[in-house]
């Protein structure tokens, strides 16, 4: 009877130890595991919250570098307006006084010049259109088309062209560009 009593307790034994395992099991894989990877995300959703938080901190703090620097921007905008953009009576005059000091200092020979007034103003500044015809050296007619592109004015060259002169003679250039004008 002693090796069937100890028969019988070890079965018990052998029956809990298999629930147990059964039962961590069970833990393991409908409690631990879920929470834990509920968890990890969690922790992702975190981390990328903190990301976005960094990131529009530093948008914040640019926009107050912008906010403070508004004032001082107003300022050198109407000092802009008013030192570098002619108005509208004095544009022509300043326009074509401008071309023939750059077509001197480069060895140019200035044509036909255009104006044209924007016929509908619909921004704060006119734009008056100058076409310009110019013959000369090819190294002038580059350096009088650099010198109306970097000018102090508000000037913007549009298109310009090229065209060889007969006989290898002085090669022509038109010229598109735009000044603006306080109105």
């Given at each position: 009877?002693?090796?069937?009593?100890?028969?019988?307790?070890?079965?018990?034994?052998?029956?809990?130890?298999?629930?147990?395992?059964?039962?961590?099991?069970?833990?393991?894989?409908?409690?631990?595991?879920?929470?834990?990877?509920?968890?990890?995300?969690?922790?992702?959703?975190?981390?990328?919250?903190?990301?976005?938080?960094?990131?529009?901190?530093?948008?914040?703090?640019?926009?107050?570098?912008?906010?403070?620097?508004?004032?001082?921007?107003?300022?050198?905008?109407?000092?802009?307006?008013?030192?570098?953009?002619?108005?509208?009576?004095?544009?022509?005059?300043?326009?074509?006084?401008?071309?023939?000091?750059?077509?001197?200092?480069?060895?140019?020979?200035?044509?036909?010049?255009e104006f044209k007034l924007e016929p509908q103003h619909k921004d704060p500044l006119e734009r008056l259109e100058l076409e310009i015809a110019a013959d000369g050296p090819y190294p002038g007619l580059i350096k009088f088309a650099h010198s109306l592109?970097?000018?102090?004015?508000?000037?913007?060259?549009?298109?310009?062209?090229?065209?060889?002169?007969?006989?290898?003679?002085?090669?022509?250039?038109?010229?598109?560009?735009?000044?603006?004008?306080?109105?």
């Open positions: 009877m002693r090796k069937s009593r100890r028969q019988i307790v070890n079965r018990i034994i052998e029956v809990f130890g298999a629930g147990f395992v059964a039962l961590d099991l069970v833990a393991f894989f409908g409690v631990y595991r879920p929470l834990a990877i509920r968890l990890d995300t969690q922790a992702h959703h975190r981390a990328e919250l903190r990301q976005t938080i960094r990131n529009l901190q530093v948008r914040v703090e640019v926009l107050k570098k912008y906010e403070a620097a508004q004032p001082d921007v107003a300022k050198a905008l109407e000092d802009f307006a008013s030192d570098r953009i002619p108005p509208r009576r004095e544009g022509y005059s300043t326009a074509d006084h401008f071309l023939h000091k750059v077509a001197d200092a480069a060895g140019v020979k200035l044509g036909n010049i592109e970097t000018a102090d004015d508000f000037m913007l060259v549009r298109e310009f062209q090229f065209t060889p002169g007969e006989n290898f003679g002085p090669i022509s250039l038109k010229l598109k560009a735009d000044l603006y004008l306080t109105p």
